[in-house]
């Protein structure tokens, strides 16, 4: 790249190292080594979320050196920092889960801070979990620096007795195991087979969604969100990342030039058109809530509805994210999605270039069956879809990828709790017909509106995945499959309809229709409101009781700050 001359009169980091004053200031800069040329170049955050708490953040501090690289090639001057993730596999299936969700407001506010505190200039985040991915992505629109996203990548598939396995396969081999049909012996040898490198899970879960979404909402290189944490090409997209983001502080592209109304949309597209995690109907509205963009959950299912599915991924489908990278990658699935019409091709991405300019080069690969012509999907309608009725006043959102029947009907079985659902499947303790309903476990009600994989996949592994059905205002993990409503609102805890079921009312789910109702006419769900009483989610003080009291609706994306809309002056223009 050539040099760049960067005028620092009008960049946030001329608050620290500009003029007599910051002679202090300098002094600190000189002490880690900054040589006098690089303290006045261009300061570039370069945060990752790495850590040892799991395989998906493991490789992120070696890809941050590559970024770095990268950036010190371009002439700006890069300052590494982390933050934290809560990795959800890990925390699943007990309390550690009410962290996940906060642990997403957590890094973004992170981020926030220490670019504020150290008045950076531009933003190279590396992401490699559920909720990091958000949550970086939201911090780059929320600063509004020159930003470029690089997603960790994902894990490789593991091999169980000559078949590819992921995570889903050990959470549902509890399943099996619950009703002797595992033994000990196997419950033991796939639980060390199915997670053989570092990387993300490697199915289109939530972290493979998002990463999709990366490069489709164009925050991300075209590519990069494809290639598994092994692979030394991410070290390329690393480097390239680098040196690109110092080519958009010289043209000063920000991400809210890159994240409009249409770039969200294209974003939900590829979401529905990849059978993506229904966690996207909560991270799309909350990186729309940072730009200031209207853009709730029924947005997002509206563009789910019109989107065909064509990427035959698991956990609907057949295969893996290093699959679909080695036939073309997210560009080969947005190509297609381009040439028919479901994205707009004229959204502005972090290479400078619009999202057709990106996709002119690309070519169809007629030789591979894991993405499908969009003329010719899988399913003419999104692999998610969202719900509404007098059981969700505030919508619902369900995955049907890879569903045969997406209607059902039967009498609620009521679960104040996932501990208390989980039990009750465990012991086989439910007949096949019921709505199962897990309730107090929303944003606020939870708090920290926790997934419910254990349950789903205990489900699944006892055979029972397609013969009950599961609602709550929880969440559901990627990995989940089967007939799964999460997002329930408004939720229990604020006196919403799923709060009010008894055991025995009949819930009746329409997928096709987008239907969730409850038959209860509106004057028995009236006096029941009027009976109802707030119930204590058992967190008196700390970070979860923090999150409780400033949590909004999962319609709008469980966000926790105004927002950009009330804004009086973004940090980039400090």
Sequence with gaps: MDAKVFDKTKLPSRHVTEGPARAPHRSYLYAMGLTKAQIHQPLVGVASCWNEAAPCNISLMRQAQAVKKGVAAANGTPREFCTITVTDGIAMGHEGMKSSLASREV?????????????????????????????????????????IFIYGGS??????????????????????????????EDLDEIEQAACPSA???????????MATVSEAIGLALPYSAGAPAPYEIRDRFCMTAGEMVMELVARNIRPRDIVTRKALENAATVVAASGGSTNAALHLPAIAHEAGIEFDLFDVAE??????????????????????????????????????????????????RTIAENMASVRWNPDQDVVLPADKPLTKTGGVVGLRGNLAPEGAIVKVAGMVNQRFSGPARCFDSEEECFAAVSSKNFKEGDVLVIRYEGPRGGPGMREMLSTTAALYGQGMGDKVALITDGRFSGATRGFCIGH????????????????????????????????LSD????????????????????????????????????????????????????
Excluded at 312 to 320: E, T
Excluded at 500 to 509: A, K, N, Q, S
Aim: glycine share 14%.
């Design 303 to 352: 563009i789910f509805k019109r989107t065909p599915y064509v990427a035959d991924l698991k956990p609907g489908g057949r295969y893996v994210a290093k699959d679909l990278f080695e036939v073309g990658g997210v560009p080969l699935l947005m190509k297609t999605l381009l040439d028919h019409g479901f994205l707009h091709g004229d959204c502005l991405t972090v290479t400078g």
């Design 523 to 574: 004057e028995e769900l009236d006096a029941r409101r009027q009976a109802w009483r707030p119930r204590e989610h058992g967190f008196g003080s700390g970070a979860l009781w923090k999150y409780a009291q400033g949590v909004g609706p999962a319609r709008g994306g469980a966000v926790t700050h105004p927002g950009a809309k009330f804004e009086r002056r973004a940090y980039a223009d400090v």
């Design 199 to 209: 990387g993300a899970c490697g199915a289109q879960f939530t972290a493979n969604t």
């Design 155 to 184: 894990i490789l598939p593991g091999s169980f007795r000559g078949q590819p396995i992921t995570i889903q396969d050990v959470f549902e081999a509890v399943g099996k195991h619950s009703v002797n049909a595992m033994s000990d």
């Design 107 to 147: 890094i973004a506010d992170s981020v926030e801070l220490t670019m504020r505190g150290h008045c950076y200039d531009a933003l190279v985040g590396l992401a490699g979990c559920d909720k990091s991915l958000p949550g970086m992505m939201m911090a780059m629109v929320r600063l509004n620096v020159p930003s």
């Design 488 to 519: 329930v609102g408004p939720e229990a805890a604020v006196g919403g309809p799923i709060g009010l079921l008894r055991d025995g009312d009949v819930i009746t789910i329409d997928a096709v229709s987008g239907a969730l109702d409850v038959a």
